[in-house]
């Protein structure tokens, strides 16, 4: 209807299993997992399927999540769930994994970080540990696609979950499905790559292989001093002087860019294409992990960026011109109408095919909340009706770039 086509020369995979999709967090937890059936709707909706190799995605076993997690923080995800949390918390082999102490800690928190609280980042739900096995299946998945070599490009929307630590959930995140891939690329792969453009920092990704010079780390992040709350923007590292871990081989094979609030897409377009490609020239990976965090999208719920559909799409265009293995992931995004429109345009993207600017609105519920006009940017898929106030200097961004010569 679109005049979908597979692209020419090279194959894409999606993998995805709507048992993600009935998932809920909490009653006003930021984390929606119906975003992916807004998503899923929109890419079959435009037909996308007849473009890609679509795969339904099984479980990660418990062994293959042990290839980064501790082995007790995975036998207590499997178990897990509203009904057994207490029990379980009094067993000793998991007591003894204190909770951690957060100078904002409201809620009470359980061992690994995790809560039966409404309040905490990280609650224990219903059909929790399905969900975080499939979405790591998922991932798992694409990774075997390309190191296989039968795919060029992997899409797992569902995954992207990189705050998660070895031990403990941080963040909405439980399982670290992106360290799980490049784990199992190292074994194919001279150099990894990591890109995030997530509006948080990709502080999992980057502490996991921190002491690791085959992985380079890259992560675009609003930073920026306490907020009126007594909060940094979440989590509150990824500073410009942080480039690995000191004094290891790992030093310098990590790169971060703090941005104010409000950065717009000419701001952004220059710093990512900038520190990006130069990266890149440096580094020569052998793939790239690109997790595509929708919540660096302006009027996102959580996010504070004025970053259009248009230009989040051009970032995941720039990575996939390298001609490069490329695994795209989700992560963040908490206005569902725009995080679903992004990935269905991106997935458009990776397999070289345009959506027409009204891409099927019908198919996503609220039809009358999408809003307005780009700006500055004609009509082509405006992401918001809020702009952040912009605390962005161009001159900060060039001491950014000018930074990388050091
Ligand atoms: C919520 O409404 O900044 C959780 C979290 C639950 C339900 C009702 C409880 C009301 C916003 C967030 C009280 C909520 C207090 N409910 C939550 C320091 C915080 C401690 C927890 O995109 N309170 C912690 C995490 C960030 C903090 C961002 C981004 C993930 C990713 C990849 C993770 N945590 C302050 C907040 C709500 C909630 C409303 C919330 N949590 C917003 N930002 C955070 O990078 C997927
Ligand atoms: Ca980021
Ligand atoms: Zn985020």
Known sequence: EYGITRPAGYKVSFHYNSQVEDMHFGKTHPMKPWRLTLTKHLVLGCGLQYAMDTFEAVSATKEQVRAFHDPDYVDFLAEVSPGTFEELCKMPRFASHAPPKHDYDAVDLGPFNLSTSPGADCPVFDGMSKYLFLYTGATLAATNQLTTNQSDIAINWSGGLHHA????????????????????????????????????????????????????TLSYHRYGPYDDTGHKFFPGTGDLTDVGLKGTVGEHFALNVPIPSGIDDRQYKYLYESITGRTIEAFKPSAIVLQCGADSLGGDRLGQFNINIKQHGECVSFVKNMGLPLLLLGGGGYTARNVARAWCHETALATDNVLPDNIPMDLVPRPEAFMGRAHGEGKMYPAFNRLHVNDCKDSDLEYMVKRLDN
Request: charged fraction near 25%; hydrophobic fraction near 40%; include cysteine.
């Open 165 to 216: 630590h070895r031990a403990e959930a941080s963040g909405f995140c439980y399982i670290n499905d992106i360290v799980l891939s490049i784990v199992d690329m190292l074994r194919v792969y001279p150099r990894v790559l990591y890109v995030d453009i997530d509006v948080h920092h990709g502080d999992g990704v980057e502490e996991a292989f921190q002491r690791q010079p085959r992985v380079m």
